[in-house]
């Protein structure tokens, strides 16, 4: 029978992240003291409390979990998050429980070293495991019965992919069935029981209409007193244009039509922490010695504050003061208009400015006060959203996500000046993207390609 928890991957997964903590703890002992393997009390002590907290963290967070559909970015993302929370409690212990000073250069060591080398092998086991599926191995077998569009999208995309390890038994349906299944097709739904009966089976995966009640719920009852698992694919959900979840209150089930990572509190810390440890150091390093620069060019190239404030539309559609280098000369339309190009109002230093996008960087200082995240969608003028609230559906589902300095619409080129309605609501359905895709590594990527565009690419909508 297939188990979608396969045990001895689980535990050879665990078994190696401890070797591997182990090695960087020992490795860095070696580099910073030039000692033989020989530990005082402490540092065994440390090294037994980071194997069962790790335990603890990766059990807790489903990290050795072993899913049947391996997505590279989701198994990366679920290590980094457990690797975050792990260093976090770890060396917060370190001021509250023990009296004994550990090197910080130590502890950074091993910790850099352990998040490195997890993540590597953990990526290796991960192509592994799809490259012994692709064989035929710990394949999973299923019988499908019914047949709609999300069913035959989930048989090209998903099913028949050897590397997520299925093995179609049979369709079985009373609707016609396509060229492309025909291999698959094993009869009609009154014929289910019956195939049942003669094929080993593992999972069913029934889409029916409510019609067919009686059957799933007859099909229910035959999986459970045959040990076969089912997944539902509801038919209504061919008619919905967007993902939705399935939650139960008092066994009664509520279904939300949205999914949005940044809801869960664990999510929104990490978000937050990271937005705080990179903006402070954009602070220090960059904007501490720039700042000053780009202040005296600006008062000595137009009249006028360093600092452009203007209203925007923030969270929850809650207002704000957003912040940028100011780039035009003063004026009274600055509120209502949009920069176009060949602008007459930007200054030839705020022309550089805009392309660079270096007059967008005292947002840090937004980020800092909690207005901004680093990446989300981009803030507009409270006019802006005015309009386009009404003129592009779905605008406002946007502002469900904290603004941000760079976004997803961003680097797809959905910035700049927005000549058609058409060009807002691109942007628009890029940001719920992202609102409803939301991962720590996709914000690591967007701020990766927007320095890369800062730097390298020319955009020709920055202006």
Known sequence: ???????????????????????????????????????????????????????????????????????????????????LVFFFISTGLF?????????????LLVLLGFVISMTAWRMAAMYWLKSTRRKGNRSSSIVIIGMNENVTKLIEKIYKNKSYGFQIKGILTDAKVTDDFKDFYKGKLSEVTAFLDDHKVDEIIISLPYTQSKLINDLFRYADNN???????????????????????QNIPV???????????????????????????????????????????????SKGPVFFKQLRTGKDDEPFQCLKFRSMVVNEESDAKQATKGDKRVTPFGAFMRRTSIDELPQILNVLFNNMSLVGPRPHM??????????????????????????????????????????????????????????????????????????????????
């Not at 020989?38 to 980071?50: A, G, I």
């Not at 001021?95 to 502890?107: D, L, M, N």
């Not at 940044?262 to 990490?270: A, D, E, G, T």
């Not at 390609?449 to 020319?458: C, I, Q, R």
Request: contains cysteine; aromatic residues 14%.
């Open 227 to 249: 040990m076969i698992r089912v997944r539902i694919i509801p038919e209504f959900s061919e008619y919905l244009s967007q993902v939705f979840t399935i939650n139960y209150i």
């Open 382 to 463: 409270l006019k802006h959203t005015e309009e386009y609230r009404v003129l592009v559906d779905k605008f406002m589902v946007r502002h469900f996500a904290k603004p941000g300095v760079t976004g997803w619409a961003q680097i797809n080129g959905y910035r700049g000046e927005t000549k058609e309605v058409s060009d807002m609501a691109n942007r628009a359905e890029a940001d719920i993207w992202y609102l409803e895709n939301w991962s720590f590594m996709l914000d690591i990527k967007i701020i990766f390609n927007t320095a890369f565009s800062m730097f390298f690419k020319k955009d020709e909508n920055a202006f």
């Open 1 to 83: 029978m297939f188990k979608p928890k396969n045990k001895k991957i689980s535990l050879i997964l665990l078994t190696v992240d401890l070797v591997l903590l182990l090695s960087c703890f020992i490795i860095a002992k070696l580099l910073m003291f030039n000692l033989l393997i020989s530990f005082k009390l402490e540092f065994v002590l440390l090294f037994l409390s980071w194997s069962l907290l790790w335990a603890i963290i990766g059990l807790k967070l489903g990290l050795y979990d072993v899913p049947r559909i391996i997505q590279m970015h989701k198994v990366v993302t679920k290590n980094l998050k457990a690797f």
């Open 255 to 301: 279904m939300k039509l949205r999914n949005e990572p940044l809801n869960k509190l664990s999510n929104r810390v990490i978000k937050r922490v990271f937005d705080i440890v990179f903006s402070l150091g954009v602070v220090v390093l960059i904007f501490s010695w720039l700042f000053p620069i780009i202040a005296i060019i600006i008062k000595l190239t």
């Open 95 to 107: 001021f509250i429980i023990t009296e004994y000073e550990f090197s910080r250069t130590f502890v």
